[in-house]
């Protein structure tokens, strides 16, 4: 089955710096690859996603890029700010409707 | 925001007991989930519906029974608690047409054993 795996477990920085989160997976037939971020005591909520037809994609401050070939893909936050502190987990899935298998997250922090 | 809710919110109880989670969706999707999210926060998936039948079953305990009366509730039942099973858990559902793939999330159970 697929395999996700996510790094760092933890991130800290300082308000207004730039986050990175890195995913790898291991099923060269995932096509799929959302990033739910998960504030403390609330619920998982998607952010971004990317499929596998598309190297990179934008939302604002939020960016997500996918390396077909070396299958990985990373988070990428501009400008963070302190409401950006959360739990950020990574997926990946082979056909609409299969299981999402997700990474195990990444506890960034914000610092102000 | 209750697209997808569940009840209760909180639930504690005795080691042995049997519970249940409810779970409501009214966005019309087809699909539903249940995973289990323990105190190191990774999620894992536990039972998939999709209009009813079930369509993944992941390695879990069957003192846990899912049931989907319809294809807008899924419900967790849990026979003989135990301690390990303390733990939140979130029900998800997604649509089969439209963008089939983005999953939302209830509010979450946490769970908690004595």
């Known amino acids: 089955g697929e395999n996700v795996e996510q790094h760092p477990s933890t991130l800290s920085v300082q308000e207004g710096d730039s986050a990175v989160i890195k995913c790898t997976y291991s099923d060269s037939a995932s096509n799929y690859f959302p990033w739910y971020k998960q504030e403390l005591g609330k619920r998982p909520q998607l952010i971004i996603d990317?499929?596998?037809?598309?190297g990179e994609k934008k939302d604002q401050r939020i960016a997500v890029t996918l390396n077909k070939t070396a299958k990985h893909f990373s988070l990428h936050i501009t400008e963070t700010q302190p409401e950006d502190s959360a739990v950020y987990f990574c997926a990946a899935r082979k056909t609409s409707g299969s299981r999402l298998t997700f990474g195990e997250g990444t506890q960034l922090t914000v610092n102000p | 925001d209750t697209a997808v809710s569940q009840t209760p919110k909180y639930l504690v109880t005795q080691m042995g007991n049997d519970k249940s989670i409810k779970c409501e969706q009214n966005l019309g999707h087809d699909t539903m989930y249940w995973y289990k999210q323990d105190s190191k926060k990774f999620l894992k998936i536990m039972f998939s519906y999709n209009n009813k039948e079930l369509i993944i079953n992941e390695t879990v305990p069957n003192r846990f029974s899912p049931k989907s009366p319809d294809k807008a509730h899924l419900n967790l039942h849990i026979n003989s608690l135990e301690l390990g099973d303390s733990a939140v858990y979130f029900c998800?559902?997604?649509?089969?047409?439209?963008?089939?793939?983005?999953?939302?999330f209830g509010p979450g159970t946490r769970l908690t054993v004595l």
């Open positions: 990317i499929r596998s037809n598309v």
């Open positions: 998800a559902s997604s649509a089969r047409q439209g963008r089939p793939d983005t999953q939302y």
